[in-house]
């Protein structure tokens, strides 16, 4: 069964991705939010820790595929 993603406050569908310093902190983060309301739905690392690790261990001469 196929759902579309609603925004919690408005009810629409469009999401887009903005990247902000959150006061006190100095790292950068990612923040879902709806496109209308700019209500915040969802919270991403700034960096990709996955990727990260996968370049170094090919830096490294480390296969981790599986």
């Known amino acids: 069964m ?3 993603s609603k925004c919690p ?5 469009g999401f ?4 902000e310093i ?4 100095d790292y950068k983060v990612n923040f879902v ?10 919270l991403l690392d700034y960096f ?3 990727d990260l690790i996968l370049k170094l261990a090919k830096k490294l001469g480390k296969d981790l595929s599986y």
């Open 22 to 25: 959150i006061s006190g902190s």
């Open 2 to 4: 196929f759902s579309t």
């Open 33 to 42: 939010r709806c496109i209308s309301c700019k209500t915040v739905v969802g």
């Open 9 to 13: 406050n408005c009810q629409k569908t």
């Open 48 to 50: 990709n820790a996955g």
């Open 16 to 19: 887009e991705m903005n990247t």
